[in-house]
Structures are given as structure tokens and as C-alpha cells.
């Protein structure tokens, strides 16, 4: 079946510290979504990719899409710990169903 | 944002029974909804993609007649855990997309179910 690998696991950072989450599809998307899980919360949608190469930003969060549509990133700039949360990408086939990767849980230390 | 609800929000059965979860948009109309599982720390695994008025459409390894999926309206998808047995408690969360919309999913809150 489809699969969305996502690294790593687990961050923890210092506040003010960047981070950066990876997700990687073995086929060509059509799409990608990221999403935010707050501790005992549902996810929670942040944006979507649909471009070869595509970058967006959000404040101090930058979203890329790989040239091959295999490949997605997530950024964050001089993080904070209301950023604190799992995320988690979502890998779209035919722009129809979605496959989310293992998922990056995030901390953050005042 | 656009509302979703699932009922009940926990639930706990004996073996051998079988339990019914609600996924309701609450404010806007869905022609698909998605089920999903998460186990404890863990990702969220597609179980099915519900849509409206047509049979659901089952990831491999998921069984068809143990979670019955039914989407009887557009704002309205349910899932019946059949015979449910101790292996089956987990965290089961469904999500709605919009009609017109960027493909966004809304997720419901989950529902935790514990089979003793």
C-alpha cells in the first residue's frame, strides 16, 4: 500500500531554536497536507501543497514541496512553545485519499 | 471553521458486542468522509473512505463486515465495530471534506472505545 515515512519521531528544542519535520512518499503525490495535533486534541489543518516545488509560509512556518511531488518539509523559525504538538503530514493519491506520515511530535523548552 | 462531531466521544463494551459511531458535519455538507485509527502515540491509520449514498471504500487489511461503514447523508457518516473483541480498542477518529473547498479534511474529536 501507499506509504508516507516521516521524519524524525521526535524533536525537542530550546525556544528560539529552528525546527524542521520531513515526509517522504515511495510514489508521486497529487497533493500534501500538514497538520497540527495538539496533546489530546485532533488534528488540526495547516495548509496544502499541490505544485512541484511549491513553497508557502505561514508566519514563521514554511511549507515545501519536493520538484518530484515525492518529498515535503515543514520549518519552523525561532520556535515557540505554543508550537508545541505533533505534525503530521498527509500524502494525497489522486487528490482523493490521504495517507498521513508516522508524525514528528515537537517540545519545546522555555 | 467548519464543525466536525463524533458520538460518543468514549464508549466501553464487553467482547462479542458491537458499537456504532456517529461523524456528523455539523455546518457544512460532506460528500466524504474518512475513518481513521490512532493508536496510542502513533499516526493516523485510513481504515475507509465513506462516500454518500455509495459503499465505502476499505484500505487492505481493514475487514469490510467487522466496520461497517454507512454515509446515509450528506452530513452523516457512521461506524459499527462488529463483534468487537479487546484488539479492537483504539482511538477511531473520522474526518469530513468539503464539497467546494482545497481538499481540507475536518476532524472529528475521536472516540475512544475499550472493549473489555
Known amino acids: 500500500g501507499q506509504q508516507v515515512m516521516q521524519i524524525p519521531q521526535y524533536q525537542h528544542v530550546q525556544e528560539g531554536e529552528d525546527f524542521t519535520t520531513y515526509c517522504n512518499s515511495s510514489?508521486?503525490?497529487?497533493?500534501i497536507q500538514w497538520y497540527k495535533q495538539r496533546p489530546g486534541g485532533h488534528p488540526v489543518f495547516l495548509i496544502q501543497?499541490?505544485?512541484?516545488?511549491e513553497v508557502k509560509k505561514q508566519k514563521r512556518l514554511t511549507f515545501q514541496f519536493g520538484e518530484a511531488k515525492k518529498n515535503s518539509s515543514l520549518h519552523i523559525t525561532a520556535t515557540q512553545t505554543t508550537d508545541v504538538g505533533t505534525y503530521f503530514c498527509?500524502?494525497?493519491?489522486?487528490?482523493?485519499?490521504?495517507?498521513f506520515g508516522s508524525g514528528t511530535k515537537l517540545n519545546v523548552k522555555p | 471553521g467548519a464543525v466536525v462531531s463524533q458520538h460518543p466521544s468514549r464508549v466501553i463494551c464487553k467482547s462479542g458486542t458491537s458499537v456504532k459511531i456517529e461523524c456528523r458535519s455539523l455546518d457544512f455538507q460532506a460528500t466524504t468522509m474518512f475513518w481513521y485509527r490512532q493508536f496510542p502515540k502513533q499516526s493516523l491509520m485510513l481504515m475507509a473512505t465513506?462516500?454518500?449514498?455509495?459503499?465505502?471504500?476499505?484500505e487492505q487489511g481493514v475487514e469490510k463486515d467487522k466496520f461497517l461503514i454507512n454515509h446515509a447523508s450528506l452530513t452523516l457518516s457512521t461506524l459499527t465495530v462488529t463483534s468487537a473483541h479487546p484488539e479492537d480498542s483504539s482511538f477511531y477518529i473520522c474526518?469530513?471534506?468539503?464539497?467546494?473547498?482545497?481538499?481540507?479534511?475536518?476532524f472529528g474529536p475521536g472516540t475512544r472505545l475499550t472493549v473489555l
Open positions: 474526518s469530513a471534506r468539503v464539497i467546494a473547498g482545497n481538499n481540507e479534511q475536518f
Open positions: 501543497l499541490v505544485k512541484s516545488g
Open positions: 510514489t508521486t503525490l497529487s497533493n
Open positions: 465513506s462516500n454518500e449514498g455509495s459503499k465505502a471504500t476499505y
Open positions: 498527509a500524502g494525497g493519491y489522486n487528490f482523493n485519499k490521504f495517507y
